[in-house]
């Protein structure tokens, strides 16, 4: 009996955003996220590590085919962040604030709404993203704790 | 208490199913069918569970962990073909899943004692794609 494997594969990406909640004053905004609330926006070299879990496939030898998790990651991921202002140009953050955590969760709702488009039931599950903005910081979420 | 202990080795490997054609193979495994073979720097992390020992303050003594790392594995897989020349792989595919679990299964039996216990192997076939195996309880 093989136990399960997790595979994790990195990927990048460059993006503006401002950090800014609507409800909080000027000041407060300020007080809150310091630099990261400046009015014209600021931008990072984004990377993101997706973990999925599932049996070795005899045929393949693999857990998952990175080419189709790869595409998965492209289109729903690094397609629509690549060089855009998160702010503007991406729905969810129209009303949630661009945090590192909140990017992490909403990369990893994206995965998650589409994966049984690309990986048949039963099969290999998402199983966490982690997100770091900087090299000095890393936010993980786990598949559970999104719908 | 988790420690873990990095150790690299490099090796060349070619991924294909004999049981499939050259395209079938192209299309699952991509350059890596190439029968010619390739290479990567692997980097291996190998993660033990224990409780330090009250009088020397350790779980296990990492020389002797290094030394196991080495006599297991490096030596054993470092520039080497895998599929030529490193068991099992003449008949399981080398891909970075079936490596992780090859290397549990030489590891395990050196580090099942009361102190330092096998807890999980990570293999980086890049610095991009690793894959972690826990064993068959996980």
């Known amino acids: 009996m093989i136990g399960l494997v997790e595979v994790t594969r990195k990927y990048r990406f460059s993006a503006s955003h401002r950090l800014h909640a609507p409800q909080l004053g000027p000041a407060e905004n300020r007080e809150l996220y310091g630099k990261c609330n400046n009015p014209f926006g600021h931008g990072h070299n984004y990377e993101i590590a997706v973990t999925v879990r599932g049996p070795v496939e005899a045929l393949s030898g693999r857990a998952v085919d990175p080419e189709l998790l790869d595409g998965l990651v492209r289109r729903q991921v690094l397609e629509p962040f690549e060089h855009r202002n998160l702010n503007e140009e991406v729905a969810a953050f129209r009303t949630a604030v661009p945090t590192s955590e909140n990017l992490g969760r909403e990369v990893l709702r994206r995965l998650k709404q589409n994966w049984l488009a690309v990986f048949p039931a039963g099969g290999v599950r998402l199983e966490r993203v982690a997100i770091a903005e900087t090299s000095r910081n890393a936010f993980e979420v786990s598949a559970h704790e999104i719908e | ?138």
């Not at chain 2, 988790?2 to 192209?26: D, M, Q, V, W, Y």
């Not at chain 2, 079936?98 to 580090?111: K, M, S, T, Y």
Request: aromatic letters at 8%; glycine letters at 8%.
């Open chain 2, 1 to 138: 208490m988790l420690i873990t202990r990095k150790a690299e080795f490099s090796a060349s490997h070619i991924c294909r199913n004999p049981g499939l054609s050259e395209s079938e193979n192209r299309e699952l495994f991509g350059a890596a069918a190439n029968p010619h073979g390739h290479g990567h720097n692997y980097v291996l992390e190998v993660t033990v569970e224990g409780a330090p020992d009250p009088v020397t303050g350790m779980v296990l003594d990492l020389k002797a962990l290094k030394e196991t790392l080495n006599r297991e594995v490096v030596e054993i897989y470092d520039h080497r073909f895998l599929n030529r020349e490193v068991p099992p792989f003449d008949h399981v595919i080398p891909t970075p899943e079936n490596i992780a679990i090859d290397i549990w299964n030489r590891l395990q039996p050196h580090l099942n004692g009361p102190r330092g216990r096998l807890h999980g192997v990570r293999i980086y076939e890049t610095p991009d794609l690793y894959v972690d195996y826990f064993g068959d309880a996980a």
